[in-house]
């Protein structure tokens, strides 16, 4: 089994909103960070977001004020909310979370956002 699996993605039009989520198998709070990624078509993965076990968070600059990330520790389960979508969010979208010095990754989650 994956440690973290992505869910959520879709397709949507723009303005549109999409919440995804990244659930674990083990206790979240394990991971020192999480963080979200994406990989545009025919472009390289790009961070998109961050957020610590202090509750600190960094969000891109191309998706500040529209993103959010935020962790449920409850659900084991890492989300991120999308507001006003663009075409230039289309992208696979990834989980990371970061355990005793090692980086698991989900499997990624498609995102379309059609003009």
């Known amino acids: 089994q994956e440690q973290l699996v992505e869910s959520g993605g879709g397709l949507v039009q723009t303005g549109g909103s999409l919440r995804l989520s990244c659930t674990a198998s083990?206790?979240?709070?394990?991971?020192?960070?999480m963080a979200w990624y994406r990989r545009p078509p025919g472009k390289e993965r790009e961070l998109v977001a961050t957020?610590?076990?202090?509750?600190?968070?960094n969000v891109a600059d191309s998706v500040k004020g529209r993103f959010t990330i935020s962790r449920d520790y409850r659900k084991n389960t890492l989300y991120l909310k999308m507001n006003s979508l663009k075409p230039e969010d289309t992208a696979v979208y990834y989980c990371?979370?970061?355990?005793?010095?090692?980086?698991?990754w989900g499997q990624g989650t498609q995102v379309t956002v059609s003009s």
């Open positions: 990371l979370g970061t355990y005793r010095g090692e980086n698991y």
């Open positions: 083990i206790n979240i709070f394990s991971y020192n960070t």
């Open positions: 957020v610590t076990n202090t509750a600190v968070t």
